[in-house]
Nanobody, 118 residues
């Protein structure tokens, strides 16, 4: 069983930046972030493999950057130029399996709130 511990999140004005971090207790092939806004389904935001292959949803391309440190089993999500529609609970996700980039991983973090509002 792999545990994920998230940090970061909070309240930011439109156009601002936030950084989310997640640490895994074990070795992971793919790590990533999903988000869920009120009344909406959980959606993939970005993922990254051990080999640094990345995948982003179109709405965050050019604004969000995912990165990882394989030695520390951590993944970060740098979010710039945040918009109100980015408001959601963000979940760290991890998978030891070599699945497709859009397949949710086996392990989830507890979630962290990101609110973009003036």
């Amino acid at each position: 069983q792999v545990q994920l511990v998230e940090s970061g999140g909070g309240l930011v004005q439109p156009g601002g930046s936030l950084r989310l971090s997640c640490a895994a207790s074990g070795s992971i092939y793919r790590m990533g972030w999903y988000r869920q806004a009120p009344g909406k389904e959980r959606e993939l935001v970005a993922t990254i493999t051990r080999g640094s292959s990345t995948n982003y949803i179109d709405s965050v391309k050019g604004r969000f950057t995912i990165s990882r440190d394989n030695a520390k089993n951590t993944v970060d999500l740098q979010m710039n130029n945040l918009k109100p529609e980015d408001t959601a609970v963000y979940y760290c996700n991890a998978d030891p399996r070599r699945t497709t980039a859009t397949t949710p991983g086996l392990y989830w973090g507890q979630g962290t709130q990101v609110t973009v509002s003036s």
